[in-house]
């Protein structure tokens, strides 16, 4: 897939599922890819990118282990305020290379790469997704998927980091 254009996250009650819909392409010949995610399947997705946004924070930088939670904090700050989550999300793609419905995946496997993941899911029948993600559309992904499985209520506390990180701060002291 080639020139990711939108991502959209909705659940389905009906099929307790999440409906992944993906654009990718040029205006006016935007393809459209359609998959389905179990509650069973986003734990595991959630593991995979919670630990290589944790390895990429540490290979990134001399930052003290006890303070990578921070830093990591910050960087998803920063990357969901440039996030456009209010632009609706643009049906009707021209083409929907994997046919009209979606696909249940099977197996999932992400790889650091230069410039962010590559986020690999496999459907039974063997079909390959894949997903370049730089680092700022991980963590929106995140977003994506912690909103709609509270939306879901399935109960899996994905908390995103932002807002966990506490500072202590010492009061001032007066020596006499």
């Known amino acids: 897939m080639s020139g990711l254009r939108q991502m959209n996250i909705n659940f389905d009650p009906i099929e307790d599922r999440l409906l992944l819909r993906i654009t990718a392409g040029e205006p006016g010949s935007l393809d459209e890819y359609r998959i389905w995610l179990t509650r069973r399947f986003v734990r595991v997705i959630w593991k995979l990118l919670d630990q290589s946004i944790t390895a990429e924070t540490m290979n990134e930088t001399t930052v003290p282990q006890e303070s990578a939670g921070a830093l990591q904090e910050f960087k998803?700050?920063?990357?969901?305020?440039?996030?456009?989550?209010?632009?609706?999300?643009?049906?009707?793609?021209?083409?929907?290379?994997?046919?009209?419905?979606?696909?249940?995946?099977?197996?999932?496997?992400?790889?650091?790469?230069?410039?962010?993941?590559?986020?690999?899911?496999?459907?039974?029948?063997?079909?390959?997704?894949?997903?370049?993600?730089?680092?700022?559309?991980?963590?929106?992904?995140?977003?994506?998927?912690?909103d709609q499985t509270q939306n879901a209520q399935w109960d899996l506390s994905l908390g995103m980091t932002t807002g966990k990180t506490a500072f202590l701060v010492e009061a001032p002291r007066t020596i006499n």
């Not at 249940?104 to 986020?119: D, E, F, Y």
Request: aromatic content about 4%; proline content about 8%.
């Open 76 to 146: 998803e700050a920063a990357a969901l305020a440039e996030a456009d989550f209010h632009t609706p999300f643009a049906g009707a793609p021209n083409r929907t290379p994997l046919g009209p419905n979606p696909l249940l995946v099977s197996k999932i496997q992400i790889r650091r790469q230069p410039g962010g993941h590559l986020l690999t899911m496999e459907t039974a029948q063997g079909q390959i997704i894949n997903l370049a993600l730089h680092s700022g559309l991980v963590h929106s992904f995140r977003k994506l998927l912690a």
